[in-house]
């Protein structure tokens, strides 16, 4: 005989907020635990992901896989998943290493050259590390230190009275122009992809077979990308955007 069953109250839990990248979130923040037993001492999650940034470094990111770091260290594979569950945590756990604390940049006198010094110490870590660019292309929960260099760009800018919305956009301008120029300017190139300096000698080669057709762009690049000394735009595009916001702070400042 069937059972009538009352219907189901709707679920008032909220969603985990971490969802399938939870073991990420344990892995940056401490709360995984440490492994009682395993190999001779030396082995950490930290010692595993500089192997793997190592490794990418040098070859890509497509070249870390654990049972290569493993190799690298001289440890089994199962060695490393006592301490790290898996690659995707790897990966995360190699960019908030590879990133280290963010510059110091209390003594400096105004949210100008704060902000500045921000972007030219995070275009140093892009470029030391060019598989970070394709390692932080996506949305994916972040690791202590990661958020220290959002908080320092958002604190960079406490002084300006802009509102909290404001700072926060202003923020995320600066970093797309940081993530664009060292994107364009990395020595490796990804796939089929070409690198910076390969992308303008090809487009200008291209531009060349039929001046009257692209005169604009041909005459940009005859004068040469590079020519001003700032090949991947840096320092052109981050003046721009920090004189967008001083407007914008010099508008706030007069309503």
Same mark, same amino acid.
């Given at each position: 005989m069937a059972v009538n069953k009352p219907p189901r109250k709707p679920s008032t839990r909220r969603p985990a907020p971490f969802g399938e990248q939870a073991r990420s979130v344990e892995l940056l923040w401490g709360e995984r635990a440490r492994p009682s037993r395993g190999p001779r001492p030396g082995l950490s999650a930290e010692s595993i992901a500089r192997a793997?940034?190592?490794?990418?470094?040098?070859?890509? %990111?497509?070249?870390?896989?654990? +049972?290569?770091?493993?190799?690298? #260290?001289? =440890?089994? !594979?199962?060695? #490393?998943?006592?301490?790290?569950?898996?690659?995707?945590? #790897?990966?995360?756990?190699?960019?908030?290493?590879?990133?280290? $604390? $963010?510059? $110091? #940049? /209390?003594?400096? $006198?105004?949210?100008? *050259?704060?902000?500045?010094?921000w972007a030219r110490a995070l275009s140093a870590v892009f470029h030391r590390h060019p598989w970070s660019l394709g390692a932080t292309d996506r949305l994916r929960v972040m690791g202590p230190l990661e958020l220290a260099w959002a908080d320092a760009a958002l604190a960079a800018l406490a002084d300006t009275g802009l509102a909290a919305g404001?700072?926060?956009?202003?923020?995320?301008?600066?970093?797309?122009?940081?993530?664009?120029? /060292? +994107? =364009?300017s990395s020595g490796k190139?990804?796939?089929?992809?070409? !690198?910076g300096p390969q992308w303008a000698a090809a487009t200008a080669t291209l531009a060349r077979r039929d001046p009257a057709r692209f005169p604009a762009l041909h005459e940009v690049l005859a004068a040469?990308?590079?020519?001003?000394? *700032? /090949? *991947?735009?840096?320092? =052109?595009?981050?003046?721009?955007?920090? *004189?967008?916001?001083?407007? %914008?702070?010099?508008?706030r400042a007069q309503s």
């Open positions: 793997a940034i190592t490794v990418a470094d040098a070859e890509g %990111l497509h070249a870390v896989s654990m +049972q290569r770091v493993a190799s690298e #260290l001289g =440890f089994t !594979t199962m060695a #490393l998943y006592r301490h790290v569950p898996g690659k995707e945590e #790897l990966v995360d756990l190699m960019i908030d290493t590879c990133l280290g $604390p $963010p510059p $110091p #940049l /209390a003594g400096l $006198p105004g949210w100008r *050259d704060r902000l500045s010094a404001e700072r926060h956009r202003a923020f995320l301008v600066v970093l797309g122009h940081v993530r664009s120029a /060292a +994107q =364009f190139a990804r796939g089929r992809s070409l !690198t040469g990308v590079a020519g001003s000394g *700032d /090949a *991947d735009g840096l320092e =052109f595009g981050l003046g721009v955007v920090l *004189d967008g916001i001083s407007a %914008l702070v010099a508008r």
